[in-house]
């Protein structure tokens, strides 16, 4: 059975930094893209940012310049660096793997204070 365990996120004033990692347990198949997702308290989960196998990225604009989505491949594992982080940037941060199925973590808060 596939698990994606999130971790990394936290509390950071605005202005600060977190890293988060997303790790698959469980062998997924045709792995295609890697995306983080976030939900803010009352709105609609968005797209933050996605990775393919081969490396094309997808940011949001509004985390253009600030975040960067990176992956190891061969340890199915999924991270957003996300720094200059902004109040707005407060959410829910869930972690999605394409592959012959469709796979999501938990989700990890994370709480940027002004």
């Known amino acids: 059975q596939v698990q994606l365990v999130e971790s990394g996120g936290g509390t950071v004033q605005a202005g600060g930094s977190l890293r988060l990692s997303c790790a698959a347990s469980g062998s997924i198949f045709g792995i295609n893209v890697m995306g983080w997702y976030r939900q803010a308290p009352g709105k609609q989960r968005e797209l933050v940012a996605q990775?393919?196998?081969?490396?094309?990225?997808y940011y949001v604009d509004s985390v253009k310049g600030r975040f960067t989505i990176s992956s190891d491949n061969a340890k199915n594992t999924v991270y957003l660096q996300m720094n200059s982080l902004k109040p707005e940037d407060t959410g829910v941060y869930y972690c999605k793997i394409w592959g012959l199925d469709v796979y999501w973590g938990q989700g990890t808060q994370v709480t940027v204070s002004s």
């Open positions: 990775i393919t196998r081969t490396s094309y990225t």
